[in-house]
């Protein structure tokens, strides 16, 4: 049975980013990866398709990555049948905020990256939320 490849959605505003990692995650793992810099758009995204891990950025104008996390989680309960909530893996600047340690306690956050982050860090970190997330050789 083949394998498809895992699905991973990112949402940061930083846009060049988004290309970096889009780059990065495609390259060195079997995944396929959608981006958007526009939170209400990967909203919509969410609801569209199915993701095996959510990346988002934790701070950006209007709704932050947590706020969004949350948005999706509950649009997916009210679904019919109700749809599980893919890990979240937040990247942030601020990663030492109060704010950003406490969500790694709410369910379904598998951890937070700091920025400036290695590339490889990231990729290890995604390989461990994502079960059967493999490495291309």
């Known amino acids: 049975?083949?394998?498809?490849?895992?699905?991973?959605?990112?949402?940061?505003?930083?846009?060049?980013?988004?290309?970096?990692?889009?780059?990065?995650?495609?390259?060195?793992?079997?995944?396929?990866v959608d981006t958007?810099?526009?939170?209400e758009y990967a909203f919509e995204l969410a609801l569209k398709k199915t993701y095996d891990l959510l990346i988002f950025d934790f701070s950006m104008p209007m709704i932050d990555g947590a706020m969004l996390f949350f948005l999706i989680g509950?649009?997916?309960?009210?679904?019919?049948?109700?749809?599980?909530l893919p890990p979240l893996l937040l990247v942030s600047g601020r990663?030492?905020?109060?704010?950003?340690?406490e969500l790694l306690k709410e369910p379904g956050v598998a951890g937070l990256i700091a920025k400036p982050f290695p590339m490889n860090r990231l990729?290890?970190?995604?390989?461990?939320?994502?079960p059967?997330?493999?490495?291309?050789?």
């Open 74 to 84: 509950k649009a997916y309960d009210n679904m019919q049948p109700p749809r599980d």
């Open 36 to 39: 958007s810099p526009k939170p």
């Open 1 to 32: 049975m083949a394998n498809t490849p895992k699905r991973i959605l990112m949402v940061d505003d930083d846009v060049a980013l988004l290309r970096i990692v889009r780059e990065a995650l495609t390259s060195c793992l079997r995944c396929e």
């Open 95 to 101: 990663a030492d905020e109060q704010r950003a340690q």
């Open 123 to 130: 990729l290890e970190k995604a390989k461990e939320c994502v």
């Open 132 to 137: 059967g997330l493999e490495s291309l050789q």
